[in-house]
């Protein structure tokens, strides 16, 4: 399952990385596996996380995307640029999300808490991103990919079945900063071209 999961998941960031909402139905799936495993490793603030939070911003980041074509190519999403104000209630939301689930993950006794809530608080942020098509959702993503290898080599360390979601997220990584420096590229020539 662990290494489906994470076939899924980089298949998702590849298609992801040229704005194709196609992307999207990758990460839905992924983001349900991804909650199954973590489920198992009592890592509950990623399976609260993905199956609570990144699946259906993946669901809601579908729909935007598919309304938002570039030039009508349905292949290639239409970059936004987020202003500074909502930057600010982002910044505001994303802490806010963080203390509430720091909460909910110790109660729930979660392993690592610290690291699930810096977790919750990348993966908040990429997502809110995401779906309002900025760039900068890929750099949220590369942070959250540092925090999740961090986890997972711990997590590798106890079992080695692990190791291929660590070995997942260190490609996650890779590939979201190639996703970054496309959709720069991109955001650059669509609006070279308006």
């Keep these: 399952l662990t290494l489906i999961a994470s076939l899924i998941g980089v298949t998702s960031l590849i298609i992801c990385s040229k704005g194709n909402p196609l992307g999207q139905v990758f ?3 992924f983001s349900l596996l991804y909650g199954i495993i973590s489920y198992f490793c009592r890592y509950f603030g990623e399976m609260i996380t993905y199956v609570f939070m990144s699946m259906p911003m993946a669901i809601f980041s579908l729909v935007s995307w598919l309304k938002n074509p570039y030039e009508k190519n349905k292949a290639e999403v239409k970059v936004n640029k987020i202003t500074r104000k909502e930057t600010v209630f982002l910044l505001f939301l994303t802490l806010a999300v963080t203390v509430v689930f720091y909460f ?3 109660w729930f006794n979660t392993a690592n808490l610290w690291v699930s809530t810096l977790s919750v608080a990348t993966s908040f942020l990429a997502s809110y991103l995401t779906f309002r098509r900025s760039p900068f959702f890929a750099f949220a993503y590369a942070l959250n990919d540092i925090v999740l290898i961090v986890m997972w080599v711990y997590m590798s360390i106890i079992s080695i079945e692990y190791v291929s979601v660590a070995v997942c997220f260190l490609a996650f990584l890779v590939n ?6 496309s ?3 991109m ?3 669509q609006n070279k071209a308006d």
Excluded: N, S
């Design 27 to 29: 990460m839905i799936v």
């Design 104 to 106: 909910i993950l110790k």
């Design 176 to 181: 979201d900063t190639y996703c970054f420096v």
């Design 183 to 185: 959709w720069l590229k």
């Design 187 to 189: 955001q650059k020539r």
